[in-house]
């Protein structure tokens, strides 16, 4: 089955700091990657939709100078939380769609989270 | 805009009983797809079943079958012989199907499974 891995799978940093986290596709490719946000004992919140080759597309509310997100081939996108503050601790999964038609190609196959914590 | 409902916080059920998770849905959009997920404590999201807006037929995986009623705009979840492991939360989410096919989910369900 498709397969998407997420690195790291947990992180700590100071406040202040950047954190990047890459999202990949390991057994297909993903024109359409797309980046959620969790709190704890919430759902999943839709940050930002990554497409391959171009800007991606933020929900309301999201910083794009904060969460830069950037999606440099089929199989790679990744999300930097720029300057982050205690705020933005939280849990973040990206999923990814087939590129391919057949029946597969409705399902989002998502990473298995990364939990940040700003300290 | 979309929006998922999902009213159960909470939900226990005995091993091997079976067990529905409601859902409702508004949308204005006439194609769509109705998905649930499965989160274990772990994390990770785990697809389940999907529905989509044309289908005539209920879709089933397994265990799992998703009740669909289109008039009344619901999509519950329905588990049979439930076991120990399917305690975990669960989303219920909709998709439309143009643009750039945004996922919209619910606040989920906690399915506890007892002995």
């Known amino acids: 089955g498709a397969v998407v891995s997420q690195h790291p799978s947990w992180v700590i940093c100071k406040s202040g700091t950047s954190v990047k986290i890459e999202c990949r596709s390991l057994?297909?490719?993903?024109?359409?990657m797309f980046w959620y946000r969790q709190f704890p004992k919430q759902s999943l919140m839709l940050m930002a939709t990554?497409?391959?080759?171009?800007?991606?597309?933020?929900e309301q509310g999201v910083e794009k100078d904060k969460f830069l997100i950037n999606h440099a081939s089929l199989t790679l996108s990744t999300l930097t939380v720029t300057s982050a503050h205690p705020e933005d601790s939280s849990f973040y999964i990206c999923?990814?769609?087939?590129?391919?038609?057949?029946?597969?190609?409705?399902?989002?196959?998502f990473g298995p989270g990364t939990r940040l914590t700003v300290t | 805009a979309q929006k998922i409902t999902q009213t159960q916080p909470g939900m226990f059920v005995q091993e091997k009983e079976a067990v529905t998770l409601d859902c409702t849905y508004d949308?204005?959009?006439?194609?769509?797809?109705l998905f649930w997920y499965k989160q274990p404590s772990s994390g990770e999201m785990i697809f389940l079943i999907y529905?989509?807006?044309?289908?005539?037929q209920n879709a089933t995986e397994g265990r799992y079958s998703l009740n669909f009623q289109k008039a009344r705009k619901s999509a519950n979840l329905v588990i049979s012989a439930s076991q120990l492991g399917d305690s975990a939360m669960y989303f219920c989410?909709?998709?439309?199907?143009?643009?750039?096919?945004?996922?919209?989910f619910g606040i989920g369900t906690k399915l506890q499974v007892i002995p």
């Open positions: 057994d297909f490719q993903a024109t359409t």
């Open positions: 989410a909709m998709r439309d199907e143009g643009g750039y096919q945004k996922v919209t």
């Open positions: 949308t204005s959009d006439q194609s769509y797809g």
């Open positions: 999923s990814a769609r087939l590129l391919a038609g057949g029946r597969s190609s409705y399902e989002q196959y």
């Open positions: 990554s497409n391959e080759g171009s800007k991606a597309t933020y």
């Open positions: 529905q989509g807006s044309y289908d005539e």
